[in-house]
């Protein structure tokens, strides 16, 4: 059984900051990419952030300067650390790993269930 579990949602004041972890676990045998996409109400899902094995990361032009994202290769985790958070910033978050369970098999995508979170005053 694989998952994918995201943590460190929440409400925040705009301008404050949050730090959201996602964690992969189970029978994986590689793990090529882990991200962040988010959704708002009445909107499609977005790319937030995403880094690949070994390589630098890729953000959303709204989040640059501000988001940054991490990964642990070992540990199979990533974090989003956000700063200067915005209302328009307001979302569920997802957690995205692109990932295969054997050697020879395809990768696929992989998502965790969602965290809320909340830029308001």
């Known amino acids: 059984q694989v998952q994918v579990v995201e943590s460190g949602g929440g409400l925040v004041q705009p301008g404050g900051s949050l730090r959201l972890s996602c964690a992969a676990s189970g029978s994986i045998f590689d793990i090529n990419a882990m991200g962040w996409y988010r959704q708002a109400p009445g909107k499609q899902r977005e790319l937030v952030a995403i880094?690949?094995?070994?390589?630098?990361?890729n953000y959303a032009d709204s989040v640059k300067g501000r988001f940054t994202i991490s990964r642990d290769n070992a540990k199979n985790t990533v974090i989003l650390q956000m700063n200067s958070l915005k209302p328009e910033d307001s979302a569920v978050y997802y957690c995205y790993a692109y990932m295969r369970l054997r050697a020879g098999m395809s990768f696929s995508d992989y998502w965790g269930q969602g965290t809320q979170v909340t830029v308001s005053s």
């Open positions: 880094i690949f094995s070994y390589t630098s990361a």
